[in-house]
């Protein structure tokens, strides 16, 4: 079963507005990732949270990460077409850092 | 750097024949590769675990006769449908880390492969 679940499922915003993207999980984690996935694609690696990190930064994304409530966020500022894509948060448990299981996912659309 | 190439991209078969999927680590050794199983619309399951050198640990759920996983070398891992069935119709995504890398590395994906049995 998935590890968590990905709020909202879908998103359509209009392009140069932020979209945020939420992921609750389940389990204690030793660390949290975000992926994007294009149409029929492998996926890319956006960035990675630790347990003890808060905020992390990577150019116009921004992730949250709040463990005692078990959630995530994924901000995207100013956004463009081309990050039309799926969205997926990924978590790492302590006993297996490598073994990194997904949540439901986020198909983000903008509009041009 | 860290690149996975996953072969083939697309795949036809017919029903009850078996179909193999190769995965390799092209700039970087992997002691362990994960194969993940995508259906439309939807999140990547996880199927199995693939350990160089040693048998593979699958998932719950996931059959091991029927989806035969195989880690020869630090930098390939197959995965082969056997006796497929229209509803193994998927999309099969493996993913790897480099060796030697601490917790904290991302994983690094290969491109997928669609199967189709028809």
Redesign the interface.
């Known amino acids: 079963s998935?590890q968590g679940e990905e709020d909202p499922q879908a998103l359509s915003i209009q392009e140069g507005e932020n979209a945020t993207m939420n992921c609750s999980y389940k389990t204690s984690i030793?660390?949290l990732?975000w992926?994007r996935q294009n149409s029929?694609?492998?996926?890319?690696?956006l960035i990675?949270i630790?347990s003890n990190e808060r905020e992390k930064h990577s150019g116009r994304l921004r992730v949250t990460l709040d463990t005692s409530k078990k959630s995530s966020s994924l901000l995207i500022t100013a956004s463009r077409a081309a990050d039309t894509a799926s969205y997926?948060c990924a978590t790492?448990s302590y006993s297996s850092?490598?073994?990194?299981?997904?949540?439901?996912?986020t198909?983000l659309s903008i509009r041009p | 750097g860290a690149v996975?190439s996953?072969h083939p991209s697309w795949v036809i078969c017919k029903s009850g024949t078996s179909v193999k999927i190769e995965c390799r680590s092209l700039d970087f050794q992997a002691t362990?590769m994960?194969w993940?199983r995508q259906f439309p619309?939807?999140?990547?399951?996880?199927m199995a675990?693939s350990n160089e050198g040693s048998k593979a640990t699958y998932e719950q759920g996931v059959e091991k006769d029927k989806f035969l996983i195989n880690h020869a070398s630090l930098t390939l891992s197959t995965l082969t449908v056997t006796s497929a069935h229209p509803e193994d119709s998927s999309?099969y995504?493996c993913?790897a880390?480099p060796r030697g890398t601490g917790?904290?590395?991302?994983?690094?994906?290969?491109?997928?492969t669609?199967l189709t049995v028809t």
């Open positions: 998935q030793n660390n990732q992926y029929g694609r492998g996926l890319v690696h990675l630790r997926f790492a850092a490598s073994k990194i299981i997904f949540g439901s996912g198909r | 996975v996953q362990t994960f993940y619309k939807q999140s990547l399951m996880l675990t999309f995504i993913s880390s917790t904290y590395s991302p994983l690094h994906f290969g491109n997928g669609r």
